[in-house]
T-cell receptor, first 118, second 115 residues
Framework: GAVVSQHPSWVICKSGTSVKIECRSL??????MFWYRQFPKQSLMLMATSNEGSKATYEQGVEKDKFLINHASLTLSTLTVTSAHPEDSSFYICSARGSGAGGGHTQYFGPGTRLTVL | AQSVTQLDSQVPVFEEAPVELRCNYSSSVSVYLFWYVQYPNQGLQLLLKYLSGSTLVKGINGFEAEFNKSQTSFHLRKPSVHISDTAEYFC?????????????FGTGTRLKVLA
């Protein structure tokens, strides 16, 4: 149980284009989803938190207009990197958290998406 | 705000030897602690968690951790490691920030199991 998928697993795009990454909770309802960014050999950096049906909350220093997050349903959140530039190249990982005693704190992570901007 | 310290950035250990990966957190009233493993180019997989109850927590793949409130530690242990345990290990604490619980991660420990 508690499986989270991400699509695509890797994507290469040209500078200036937009890229959408999907995060799905497959066997539970995710009341909250998180988007992280991970640089090589480093820990995860939280970018934003989204609750179903609400606007995402972005961490300090993360550009809202560049990283658009939509959490339209209890099983799907999307991250769109708009007007991507080479410095946006990174490994993006989502996580999902359900509600209730078992899921109140635990985040389940997707497999990640490797974005390369040329 | 909470902080999580993983003092060892790399831990080399021979196959079938025991290993301990250290994690310390800053003091707080309520503590919710987690260990995750990350294999190359993959997401994080939950190894174990402490939310309440018994301070000795058993997880998957033969790992266990002990919550020690007086020492503010949550060290991860395995009595006998395998080559397949080679990976990055992250300790995390769940903390309420701006009305929602978020993770604070440690910097990670790279476990390298040698044949």
């Amino acid at each position: 149980g508690a499986v989270v998928s991400q699509h695509p697993s890797w994507v290469i795009c040209k500078s200036g284009t937009s890229v959408k990454i999907e995060c799905r909770s497959l066997d539970f309802q995710a009341t909250t989803m998180f988007w992280y960014r991970q640089f090589p050999k480093q820990s995860l950096m939280l970018m934003a938190t989204s609750n179903e049906g609400s606007k995402a909350t972005y961490e300090q220093g993360v550009e809202k207009d560049k990283f658009l997050i939509n959490h339209a349903s209890l099983t799907l959140s999307t991250l769109t990197v708009t007007s991507a530039h080479p410095e946006d190249s990174s490994f993006y990982i989502c996580s999902a958290r359900g509600s209730g005693a078992g899921g109140g704190h635990t985040q389940y992570f997707g497999p990640g998406t490797r974005l390369t901007v040329l | 705000a909470q902080s999580v310290t993983q003092l060892d950035s790399q831990v080399p250990v021979f196959e079938e030897a025991p290993v301990e990966l250290r994690c310390n957190y800053s003091s707080s009233v309520s503590v919710y602690l987690f260990w995750y493993v990350q294999y190359p180019n993959q997401g994080l997989q939950l190894l174990l968690k402490y939310l309440s109850g018994s301070t000795l927590v058993k997880g998957i793949n033969g790992f266990e951790a002990e919550f020690n409130k007086s020492q503010t530690s949550f060290h991860l242990r395995k009595p006998s490691v395998h080559i397949s345990d080679t990976a990055e290990y992250f300790c995390a604490v769940s903390e309420k920030t701006s009305g929602t619980y978020k993770y604070i991660f440690g910097t990670g420990t790279r476990l390298k199991v040698l044949a």
